[in-house]
């Protein structure tokens, strides 16, 4: 069997592309030869045949560095570690289109390896979000000069969102060492103070905190809560409350 697999005509007609070369093989022979896609697939290996394909990622968990990646034609899955991307410059997400070659690593199984991004992709959402938070604090500060809200109150969420930031960093920091991890109540908690603006932009810059979704409806919901909170201070309702805030002296 293993002749009739190597030993092919010299005038096939569809190549399969090799990392940087072309072998005569049909895909037809391949399939008469009657072994499963996977073994064929760990003989090219065993033989330093090393077949590259295109493919995005389709599923990633960035606390514990490993996701899928599904082929452009075939529609395949294969498993893949953060330790086989070539390019570490970036991490990969969901939507990064890679070229990968399968090869065996633990337990005999075939998965992607030789990773390459082709596109890192989304970066929009960072840059959304950062003009999100950008243009609340800055709404704040026209609020501020009209008197409509206490100077304290902005130098509140900008310190606190700072904090947020900080305090998500740190947590992904430990996610990736497997050391302890801030408390998601603790990131709550800086985010119903003021300080989701940086929360906002710290889950998309950093990829962290993006994906689950119970997290991400109590965020969501803490934002409502400051946002109602804020509401009532800039209202004729909560004016008398902005009165005692400015009479606060910030050493600035």
């Not at 309702?237 to 005692?244: D, V």
Request: glycine residues 8%; positive net charge.
């Amino acid at each position: 069997m293993g002749a009739s697999l190597f030993h092919m005509p010299a005038n096939s007609k569809a190549p399969i592309r090799l990392a940087g070369r072309k072998n005569p093989m049909r895909n037809d022979i391949l399939l008469q030869s009657g072994l499963p896609v996977a073994s064929l697939r760990a003989l090219f290996t065993n033989r330093g045949l090393m077949v590259e394909y295109k493919g995005k990622v389709i599923q990633w968990n960035d606390e514990k560095g490993f996701g899928f990646i599904q082929t452009k034609r075939s529609n395949e899955r294969y498993f893949f570690h953060i330790s086989d991307v070539q390019n570490k410059s970036r991490r990969p997400s969901v939507g990064t289109r890679v070229k990968f070659q399968a090869g065996k690593k633990s337990k005999n199984q075939i998965q992607a390896v030789n990773i390459r991004c082709r596109q890192i992709l989304p970066r929009g959402p960072a840059f959304n979000a950062f003009l999100v938070s950008a243009l609340f604090l800055s709404g704040l500060g026209v609020l501020t000069h009209l008197n409509r809200l206490a100077l304290i109150i902005l130098v509140l969420y900008g310190a606190v969102s700072l904090l947020t930031l900080i305090f998500y960093a740190l947590d992904k920091s430990s996610a990736q060492k497997s050391q302890q991890r801030v408390p998601e109540a603790t990131l709550h908690y800086l985010a119903l103070a003021g300080g989701w603006p940086g929360a906002l932009f710290a889950q998309q810059w950093l990829r962290h905190k993006s994906q689950k979704r119970t997290f991400r409806r109590i965020f969501w919901l803490t934002v409502a809560m400051n946002g109602a909170a804020l509401g009532f201070l800039v209202s004729p309702y909560g004016q008398w409350l902005n009165t005692m805030l400015n009479q606060i002296k910030l050493p600035i």
